[in-house]
């Protein structure tokens, strides 16, 4: 029966006792568990603690800007910037299986992450010291679907459980691995975090990547962050973030429909929009929007964003559909 302030103080205490005075190395993703995670790491051992982000180029629209500069602010976190855009989308090129995308990124994450690792190894190294220890954001429900709980399949390959080397000279720090989402949350803006960064929606490590039904590219990123800013903007100013546990938006590259737009016929992609509500993202339920905003994020993105002609509902509770397409 914990409270938030009391999960808070111990998971402080237990990263000093653990940590002592090492170095400590902490990826973040964009998402809320690396934050908080980092963030809690930060609160213990201050400047112990260097944070790297690799970005991917398969975030979405604003996320990037919000680790480097607003998660920086609130926390006055060492930072080390990876600029990979060029790599990942190279390293995509031609594939569109989705597991073999996950595996790409996953491989190509662990690679990019270690050349920065390097750098901030020498970096110590020229102060005389050493980075001892990995901190990673896992919590409960992604240890359970990953295999390592009870009796657990594995179904997808979670790239932040599943993907570390093997040759790991880290000893691991996971302060979150005992909780669920809303506690993370919780932790995260006692923390002072900023609510762009807590009331974040979860955001799978392969990002966009996964949230493409065909190849990736530059150009159908760059899309899919147009459509995925609108819905996420619509939601917000209905005032419905609360109600949502997520909301994909997924671009089905590899489909096209007819429509017309003026006197025109168009021969374009369809946008679905996913939105689920949930406790912990094992099973999910989607959710009952209101038509009103379905139409208004329909009207907005077959308007606004080229190339894409028709917005799709997906209404599959999960399971039987898992809440990413890929
Ligand atoms: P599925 O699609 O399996 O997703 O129903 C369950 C939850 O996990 C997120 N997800 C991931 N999170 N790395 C992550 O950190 C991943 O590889 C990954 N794949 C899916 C998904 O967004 C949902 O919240």
Redesign the pocket.
């Known amino acids: 029966n914990w409270t938030t302030g009391n999960i808070l103080e111990e998971q402080v205490e237990r990263i000093r006792k653990q940590v002592g005075d090492a170095r400590v190395i902490c990826g973040l993703s964009g998402g809320v568990d690396s934050a908080v995670a980092a963030a809690l790491v930060q609160r213990a051992v201050g400047d112990q603690l260097t944070c790297v982000f690799v970005d991917h180029g398969l975030l979405r629209e604003g996320e990037a800007e919000q680790v480097e500069r607003d998660f920086v602010a609130a926390t006055g976190v060492k930072l080390y910037v990876a600029n990979e855009q060029e790599r990942f989308l190279s390293a995509l090129a031609g594939v569109s299986d989705p597991e073999t995308k ?1 595996k790409i990124i996953g491989r190509e994450f662990i690679r990019a992450f270690e050349e920065a690792e390097l750098a901030i190894i020498a970096e110590a190294a020229a102060h005389g010291e050493k980075i001892k220890f990995l901190v990673q954001g896992t919590l409960y429900p ?1 240890v359970v679907e990953s295999g390592g709980g009870e009796g657990a399949a594995n ?2 390959s ?3 459980v599943g993907g570390l080397p093997e040759d790991l000279q880290f000893e691991l720090v996971e302060p979150l691995r005992a909780l669920f989402k809303d506690e993370v949350r919780a932790v995260g803006a006692q923390l002072g975090l900023p609510q762009e960064i807590v009331g974040r929606q ?5 990002g966009l990547g996964i949230r493409i039904v065909g190849e990736v590219t530059k150009e159908r990123l760059d899309l899919l962050r147009k459509a995925d800013a609108i819905a996420r903007a619509e939601l917000t100013a209905a005032g419905l973030d609360n109600e949502v546990w ?1 909301m ?1 938006v997924v671009l089905l590259a590899d489909v096209r429909s007819v429509g017309v737009m003026g006197d025109g016929r168009t021969y374009g992609h369809p946008i679905v929009l996913r939105p689920v509500s949930s406790e912990d ?1 094992m099973t999910a339920d989607w959710s009952r929007l209101p038509y009103e905003l379905l139409a208004r994020i329909s009207n907005r993105i077959t308007n606004e964003v080229e190339g894409v002609n028709r917005v799709v509902l997906d209404v599959t509770s ?1 399971p039987p559909g ?3 397409w890929e």
């Open positions: 996950r992604d179904i997808k979670h790239h932040n979860p955001f799978p490590g392969p997520q994909p993202a999960k898992t809440i990413e």
